[in-house]
C-alpha cells in the first residue's frame, strides 16, 4: 500500500496550492480518505475529509478557503486550498481508513510566507 502526496511548496500568503494524494495498494474507492497536518510542537490536525459516499467535513479554519475532492477513477484525492495563510505552514499527509485499515502516507510541506 502506498499513499503518496504532492503539490506542495512555498507560496505567498493569499496565494494557492493543489495538493494530490496518489494511492496504490487499496481499493481507493471504498476508502474514507482525509487531510491532516502537522506543525512541530503542535498536535496533528485533521482539515478535511471525505467519505467513500463524498461527505465532507471541514475543520474551521478550512472552511471557505480549502476543497476536499477525490477522482475514484484515479485513485487520487486532492486538497485545493486558497487564501492561504501563514498559520496553514504545516506537513500535510493523507489518511485512508476502512474498518481496522489505516493508512498513512510520509506528507508534503507547506510553507506559506513572503
Known amino acids: 500500500v502506498q499513499l503518496v502526496e504532492s503539490g506542495g511548496g512555498l507560496v505567498q500568503p493569499g496565494g494557492s496550492l493543489r495538493l494530490s494524494c496518489t494511492t496504490s495498494?487499496?481499493?481507493?474507492?471504498?476508502?474514507?480518505m482525509a487531510w491532516y497536518r502537522h506543525t512541530p510542537g503542535k498536535q496533528r490536525e485533521l482539515v478535511a475529509s471525505?467519505?467513500?459516499?463524498?461527505?465532507?467535513e471541514y475543520t474551521d479554519s478550512a472552511k471557505g478557503r480549502f476543497t476536499i475532492s477525490r477522482v475514484n477513477s484515479k485513485d487520487t484525492l486532492y486538497l485545493q486550498m486558497d487564501d492561504l495563510k501563514p498559520e496553514d505552514t504545516a506537513v500535510y499527509s493523507c489518511?485512508?481508513?476502512?474498518?481496522?485499515?489505516?493508512?498513512w502516507g510520509k506528507g508534503t510541506q507547506v510553507i506559506v510566507s513572503s
Open positions: 471525505i467519505s467513500q459516499d463524498d461527505e465532507i
Open positions: 495498494g487499496i481499493l481507493f474507492d471504498i476508502f474514507d
Open positions: 489518511n485512508a481508513q476502512k474498518w481496522d485499515y489505516d493508512y
